[in-house]
Structure formats: C-alpha cells, structure tokens
C-alpha cells in the first residue's frame, strides 16, 4: 500500500492527478524472482527507459517514492507552459490596440481561473504517465522508497527487487541557497509556486535564469509587480550576450524590474511581508515583496539511494558519476536524465534514456556524447540554441564564421509584429559545417529543430539554402541565413567570371 500523498490545493483536479500519478490504494506487485531492468525513478528519464525496455520484451521494474511524471509533469514543463501560454493571452489582449482591436478598458487577468486550467490540463495529461498505464504496458510498479542493498538488489517497501541491470533515473531538485531568513520567510520554488491560488502584488525573483526569467514575464503580465535580482551582469548567463539584451528588453517593457550585479545579505518576515537586504552596485538597499520565488539551481537526488551499498560513487553537486556509455562505478547500474547530467531538460532525459536501454540490454557502445541537444528558454520572444556558442567554438581552438539574420528583415515576423529577434549560425571557418546556433523569436523552440536535424545528421548550411521553405513564416529566416552563406561564396574572382560569361545584355 502506498504512503498517502497530497497537493495544494486539494481539489479535484490535484485529486485527478494523484489518481494517476500515486494512485492512494495501489497494490505494488509480488515481484518477480528477477528483473532484467529496475528502474529507479519515474520522471521522464525513468517512464522513458521502462515503456522502452518493456516494449523490447524485458521483465521491468519501475520504483517512484513521489509523483509518476516527475518534476516535468507536476512542477516543471507542464504546468510553467499552461502559466506561459496564460500570460501571453493576457499580453496579446494588452497589446491589441497595436492591430486596431479595440479592448473594453477595466479587464483584469483572472489568476485563480488561470490556475484552475493549469492543474486542469496536468491532470488530464497525467495519464499518459500513470501507474495504470505502465502496468498495462507490462512494467511492474512499485511505489515507494526504493533503497539499493548491494551491487544487484534494491528494497522498496518491504519487497527485495533483484536485478541484472539497473539504472538510475531520480531526477534533481531546486537548490536551496544558503541566504539567512529565505526558507524561513516561506520562499518558493518551482516545486511549490503552481500551488498558488492568488497573485502575489509583490514578486521577488531570485535568479535570471530560464525559471526565474519565464515565471517573471508571466506574472508581471497577469499584473503582478516583479522584480529579478542576478548575482551576475547578465540575466540568462548561458546564452548569447545579443539574445539576453533583447529578452532583458522585453521583460522591462513587461514592467519587470531588473537588478543585476546583486548580493543578498539577508530575508526577514514582517507580518505577511518579506524583506529582502542586498547590495547592488555598492549601494544598500532593503526591497518589499508578498512572494518570493527563487529560480536558482538544481542539486541531484541522490542521497537515501543506498548509492554505497551498490557501489556507485556520485557527488552531492554534480549527481551520479557515469560514462560516455551512462554506466556508472558498478557497469550493472547505469544513470539517466537530470541526477547525472549538466543538461538538464526534459528532452535530453528522455534521449539519454534511449542510449541507457540500448546499453545496458543489449551491451550497446552509444556514447552519451554523441547527442545532439537543443534548448529553449520560454520567454517571450523565446531564446533557443543547440551546439557551440561562438566564444565556446573559440575557447577551444576552433575558428568560425558567424551568419546572422534579423528578424526585422523577414516578412512573416513584421507582419506579426515580432521583429524584435535573430537567427545566428555558427559555422566551421571555411566550410559549411554547422557548430551552433542560437535563435531569438517568438517561436524558436519550433524553429531549432531544423538544425538540430542538420547538426545530426551533418547537413550543411548550404543544402538548408538550397531547401524551399513555405512563405510567409518565421522560420524563413533560417533559409535566409544559408542565402547569405551560399552568396558570400561568390568570390571577386568568380563575378568577374560570370560577368565574362553574361557580356552585356
């Protein structure tokens, strides 16, 4: 019998969601006298590995102490993106008057309606990752506190799962930043912040991060006031310097404040406010909010695994140690998804565990490295990028030749009134091989995958030119990027041979 769980709130559709995702009266199964795969964990990285391997034919466990679906159904991509989407709804109304739509002046963005929906739509996508649904796919599920007691053994409640591969797939966690009062003061995470029923007047964002950047954009549009406060300079740190400077615009004309360069000394609690001490640019200052998110960090899960019992080794920062190939310290035990990789996105958990499934059943050599993975960062516009960075490219000896597009320049986007973006491709100096690219737009997470594709598959930018794209669309930009490559191939040498050929008219 499982342990009995609860969200906030507890309505019918958080209720829906459990009924899925640790149903309250589910029977974990007499386990078999061996498994060919355990799998510990039920985020993507896990449900990935265990439907895989199951659909290959091989006897498999599946241990979940929390939530089936992980962080990314219950407290990550699902619910962020049915917030996101809400929120850009209420910018499009604001900003309507910019197409000669006239708005009744007075409306109001109705959060708890929008909250509703969210835990709405993440209930009825719960299934897909349900308890039910992997037993029907043959996968034994034991939900529990799964523990390994040696190199070949894992006790989840009660029951001993003997195995002759595992891996490992538990996720990680927000981070929880060591600043005196934050926890105390009652700070939230995303773990915690789509429980809300109410807008917070006053957000304080720690961290300019993806999370701290997407969740500021999207409350500050329903009417909350947000401000972010960044350590560093530079809000979205990762990305290209260009894309930052265009998100960073974007979040001010959203009425987000921005104060970078910051250290904060300190949180206390006032009644139902929170005050914040930092500094910023050598001045002192105390700030007021109603909420305060932190947006900073992830940390593997991997104490209370009995990771020593199995000899696996690990770090408590960087999560479990593993291969090229995933496997861990002990070969019969390999690692997946966010508790033992720096890219930590739904996406790459469930490719990783695609080379797991392949590794450990079937003595596979697919190297981790070899992956081709893009990312996105849901703001609006949106920053997307796969590959090297220029200055990455560089660092490591490599020269390039960098194309860029603006969005300014593309039909399809003016017409949209979203011009504020680029396409920027990084190419290998001299050649057509594509390294990186990053791209700014309202939609670049659709538009990324044409060259990751390339990327995998080793097109160059040439033939993306010589490819006809729909007009009018966005994604025309790419096309126009590979146009400015293929003409810059038109050395003075060769127009003065085709000015020979052509004569005069």
């Avoid at 559709?13 to 006298?33: D, F, I, M, T, V």
């Avoid at 929120?87 to 109001?108: H, K, L, M, Y």
Wanted: proline share 4%; hydrophobic share 45%.
């Amino acid at each position: 019998m499982s342990d009995t769980l609860t969200i906030e709130p507890f309505d019918k559709e958080n209720q829906a969601l459990l009924s899925n995702a640790h149903p309250q009266n589910w029977e974990n199964p007499k386990p078999a006298s061996r498994y060919h795969l355990v799998v510990i964990g039920g985020g993507t990285a896990g449900l990935v590995t265990a439907a895989g391997a199951a659909g290959l034919g091989a006897k498999v466990a599946l241990v979940e102490k929390h939530l089936l679906g992980g962080d990314c159904l219950n407290v990550g991509c699902v619910p962020s993106k049915a917030l996101i989407r809400a929120s850009r709804a209420a910018a499009d109304v604001r900003g309507a008057a910019e197409f000669g739509v006239s708005i009744p002046p007075g409306w109001t963005a109705d959060f708890p309606g929008i909250m509703e929906r969210l835990r709405r739509l993440r209930a009825q996508l719960s299934s897909n990752d349900s308890a039910k649904r992997f037993k029907d796919l043959g996968v034994d599920v034991f939900l529990g506190e799964g523990r390994f007691i040696g190199p070949s053994a894992l006790e989840v409640a009660g029951s001993r799962l003997n195995f002759s591969k595992a891996v490992i797939a538990t996720g990680a966690r927000a981070a929880r930043l060591p600043i005196p009062g934050l926890w105390e003061s009652g700070a939230l995470t995303n773990e915690t912040v789509f429980s809300l029923t109410e807008l917070p007047k006053r957000l304080l964002v720690i961290g300019a991060g993806p999370i701290g950047c997407e969740l500021s954009q999207a409350f500050a549009r329903f009417g909350a006031r947000v401000s972010i406060l960044e350590v560093s300079g530079q809000i979205l740190g990762r990305e290209d310097e260009d894309a930052a400077r265009i998100v960073q615009a974007a979040l001010k004309k959203d009425g987000v404040e921005i104060m970078t360069s910051c250290k904060i000394s300190g949180v206390e609690a006032r009644g139902g406010e929170k005050i914040v001490r930092l500094e910023s640019e050598g001045r002192s200052m105390e700030l007021v909010a109603d909420a305060i998110l932190v947006g900073v960090g992830r940390a593997p899960n991997v104490e209370g695994l009995g990771l020593e019992a199995a000899g696996v080794a690990y770090d408590k920062r960087a999560g479990v140690e593993v291969d090229d190939r995933l496997r861990t310290a002990n070969h019969r035990i390999f690692a997946a998804g966010d508790v033992c990789s720096p890219y930590k996105f739904t996406h790459a958990a469930d490719a990783m565990a695609r080379v797991a499934i392949q590794n450990a059943l079937f003595a596979g050599r697919k190297k981790a490295s070899s992956l081709v993975i893009p990312w996105c960062t849901y703001t609006d516009p949106e920053v997307a990028h796969v590959g090297l960075y220029d200055k990455e490219a560089r660092s490591r000896g490599i020269k390039t030749r960098t194309f860029t597009q603006s969005l300014k320049d593309v039909d399809r986007a003016v017409l949209d009134g979203q011009g504020e973006g680029f396409v920027k491709i990084h190419l290998r100096a001299g050649t057509d091989e594509i390294l990186g690219a990053t791209i700014v737009a309202a939609h670049a997470g659709e538009m990324i995958g044409e060259l990751a594709l390339a990327m995998a598959a080793k097109i160059g930018l040439k033939t993306i030119g010589a490819t006809i794209h729909p007009y009018p669309t966005q994604a025309e930009a790419v096309k126009k990027t590979a146009d400015a490559y293929n003409r810059s191939r038109l050395t003075p040498a060769a127009k003065r041979l085709l000015a020979f050929w052509l004569g005069r008219p």
